[in-house]
C-alpha cells in the first residue's frame, strides 16, 4: 500500500518553501510518496498548484492521488478536508489561534517518529522545523545532519527542489545584463513587516567602504524605499516588479491582478540576492534568510541587521523549540 506525505502551504513564499524543504525532507526519511499542494490562491490563480508553476522537484508527484473520501489520515483532523486550505482549516476549527506559534501542531503529523500507520500524513508548519527532525537524517540526509541550518537549506534546495527553466533564465539574463563589479544585496522589508533602517544603512556603510566600486542590489517591497536608496547611493539596480500599498502584504493581496507574475518577481530577488558578493538581510525575514541560505555567503559577507533585536533573538528560539 501507497504511504503518501501530503505538504501544505501556507504565508510567503519564505515561509513556505523553507517548511516544504523541512517536509520532503521529513518524508524522504519516512519513505513516503510527496504530494506538496499550494493551491491557495496566494500565488496562482485560483485551484492552481503553485508550487508546480514556480518549480520542479525530482521526489514530488505532480498528480492529485487522493481520494476525498480516505479515513487513514493523521492529524486527524485533517479527515475529508485534504482539499482545503491551511487559512480555512484554522479558521473553521480555530479561528483565535491564527497568531499562535504552536497551532501548527493541530494541523501537522507527529515529526518525533517516522514509523506511523496512516496512508496520508499532512505536514503543515508556519517555520520549518529542522531542530525536530534532524534526529531522522540518515541514508540519502546522512551527511547532512551536522550541518547548521542556512547550509542544510542549500543542501535540501540543491537535491530536491529548483526553479522552473524559464524562471531561470529570467535570473541569468537579469544578472548578466545588471550585476557588474561587486554586488551588495540588501533586501528592506517595509510593509507588514519593518527592517530596521538606521541599522541597515549603517551596515551597507560598512560594507561600501570596505567596496567603494559596489553596485547595490536592492530588493525591497516598498516603493518609497526604493526611490530613497536610487537618490541615496549612486549605484543601485532593482528589478522591475508590482509592489502593494505601502504597509501591505505582496502575497493574498487583492490589488494583485497576476500572484504568479509576483511570486516569479519575488523569486528573482531572492535568487539575485543569493548571487550576489555581499548580503545585508534582516534574519526576522525569511524571504531574505532564503537568499543568504542559497547563497552559501562566507561568515565576512553577510550581515543580518537584526542580529541584536531582543524580540527577533526571542521568536528565533521559542519557533526553534515548540
Known amino acids: 500500500m501507497t504511504h503518501w506525505l501530503l505538504i501544505k502551504g501556507k504565508a510567503g513564499l519564505g515561509n513556505r518553501l523553507l517548511s516544504t524543504l523541512c517536509g520532503i525532507a521529513f518524508g524522504r526519511m519516512a519513505g513516503r510518496r510527496i504530494v506538496v499542494d499550494w493551491r491557495d490562491d496566494a500565488y496562482a490563480a485560483p485551484g492552481v498548484n503553485a508550487f508546480h508553476r514556480l518549480f520542479q522537484s525530482p521526489v514530488v508527484e505532480e498528480s492529485w492521488p487522493f481520494d476525498p473520501t480516505v479515513a487513514s489520515v493523521a492529524p486527524a483532523i485533517w479527515r475529508s478536508h ?18 499562535d506559534p504552536t497551532v501548527y501542531r493541530t494541523y501537522c503529523c507527529d515529526l518525533s517518529t517516522l514509523r506511523q500507520a496512516e496512508d496520508v500524513l499532512v505536514y503543515w508548519s508556519y517555520l520549518p522545523k529542522f531542530r525536530r527532525i534532524r534526529r531522522h537524517f540518515a541514508g540519502e540526509l546522512a551527511a547532512a545532519k551536522r550541518l547548521p541550518d542556512h547550509a542544510l537549506i542549500r543542501s535540501l534546495m ?3 527542489v529548483a ?25 528592506v522589508r517595509q510593509s507588514d513587516r519593518s527592517t530596521p533602517l538606521a541599522r541597515l544603512r549603517k551596515d551597507v556603510a560598512t560594507l561600501l567602504a570596505r567596496a567603494p566600486s559596489a553596485t547595490i542590489f536592492l530588493a ?9 536608496f536610487e537618490q541615496s547611493y549612486p549605484n543601485v539596480v ?9 504597509g501591505e502584504a505582496v502575497h493574498y493581496n487583492r490589488a494583485d491582478a497576476d500572484p504568479e507574475r509576483s511570486a516569479i518577481e519575488a523569486l528573482k530577488d531572492i535568487y539575485l540576492l543569493s548571487r550576489c558578493d555581499y548580503l545585508v538581510y534582516p534574519r526576522g525575514s525569511t524571504f531574505s534568510y532564503l537568499a543568504r541560505c542559497l547563497g552559501g555567503f562566507a561568515d565576512g559577507n553577510v550581515i543580518d541587521v537584526e542580529r541584536h533585536a531582543p524580540i527577533v533573538l526571542a521568536k528565533r528560539a521559542i519557533h526553534s523549540w515548540i
Open 220 to 228: 525591497t517591497d516598498n516603493l518609497a524605499i526604493q526611490r530613497q
Open 82 to 99: 485534504l482539499d482545503w486550505t491551511v487559512s480555512r482549516m484554522i479558521g473553521t476549527f480555530d479561528p483565535h489561534r491564527f497568531k
Open 238 to 246: 532593482v528589478t522591475d516588479k508590482w509592489l502593494p500599498a505601502p
Open 163 to 187: 526553479l522552473q527553466p524559464h524562471i531561470a533564465a529570467e535570473i541569468d539574463a537579469f544578472a548578466a545584463a545588471r550585476f557588474c563589479g561587486p554586488m551588495i544585496g540588501v533586501h
Open 158 to 160: 540543491d537535491r530536491y
